[in-house]
């Protein structure tokens, strides 16, 4: 395996498959022509080998996905709400 094509990079006709497995069912995945073509006027990240094809840094999905207009599913989890200290308090005086 070359350099240019590792684990960490993903080639263009492989970009629809990744896009929806990232993105669930929330949106349709791009077709390959759709992602030729952004990658070929610049609007996504890519990497264009000697040969002549391209290929994208597979940490860089989530930009991309956003960049081509699919909703990408938050990873990051949300932070809990504090209970109010006056609740256990008020429980107290109801019961």
């Known amino acids: 395996m070359s350099a240019f094509l590792s684990i960490d990079r993903i080639p263009l006709a492989g970009v ?4 929806a497995a990232l993105a669930g069912d929330s949106t349709p995945p ?9 990658a070929v006027n610049a609007a996504i990240p890519t990497i264009q080998g000697a040969n002549g094809r391209y290929v994208v840094e597979r940490a860089r999905l989530p930009e ?9 599913p938050t ?21």
């Open 16 to 19: 629809p498959r990744a896009l």
């Open 75 to 95: 990873t990051t989890p949300r932070r809990r709400r504090r209970a109010d200290a006056s609740a256990p308090a008020e429980a107290a005086a109801t019961a």
């Open 30 to 38: 791009p077709t390959y022509a759709q992602c030729y073509r952004a």
């Open 64 to 72: 991309i996905a956003r960049l081509l207009g699919l909703r990408v």
